[in-house]
């Protein structure tokens, strides 16, 4: 398999992270886009022995994280903005897709990344740890605090997120 159909079989995998970081389908495919260029630019950088999937997810974490520093952004998405579900199956379903993408959304960003890279794309802790270029401890701890806040909003218990701001 070439290194350009190798990456052209994770376009689905990357389509949905990028969707999940971002909310937003325009900025997704937009990010898709920006990685595979990186990609293919960078492909003499790419070691033979790594996963080819972790290294793809690092390049588009690297690319959101400069975008969002380079946006100054704020990552807030309004009841209008949460991205309707493909297909109904009854009006439950639909409440709790909004319920579990609202979760979703006020997690921190850190947690956000480390609990989609784990649950929606089952990367190890040390190709998370690879992918986002941190200690895999830290993998683990984000990644408790994710669960463990996840569920708290879900059952609507979660205690607001303050953010310490320096004098």
């Known amino acids: 398999m070439s290194h350009r159909d190798a990456i052209i079989a994770e376009i689905p995998r990357l389509r ?14 937009d990010l898709v886009q920006d990685t595979l260029e ?3 630019e960078k492909w003499r950088l790419w070691q033979q022995e790594r996963e080819l ?16 520093r380079r946006d100054h952004r704020v990552d ?12 109904r199956a ?25 609990l989609l890279l784990v649950a929606l794309e089952e990367l190890s802790y040390a190709e998370v740890a690879r992918t986002l270029n941190i200690p895999q401890g830290t993998v683990m701890s984000r990644l408790s605090r ?16 303050l953010k310490v701001v320096s004098p």
């Open 76 to 87: 807030y998405r309004g009841d209008d903005d949460l991205p309707l579900p493909a297909q």
């Open 146 to 161: 994710a669960r463990a806040r996840f569920k708290l909003l879900l059952a609507g218990e979660a205690p607001p997120l």
């Open 53 to 68: 999937r972790p290294w793809l997810f690092s390049i588009m974490h690297n690319l959101h994280v400069d975008g969002r």
């Open 90 to 114: 009854s009006q439950q379903d639909a409440l709790e897709l909004r319920d579990l993408d609202r979760a979703l959304a006020l997690l921190p960003q850190e947690q956000r990344e480390v």
């Open 16 to 29: 949905r992270y990028a969707r999940a970081l971002t909310g937003d389908g325009h900025r997704a495919d």
């Open 38 to 40: 990186r990609a293919l």
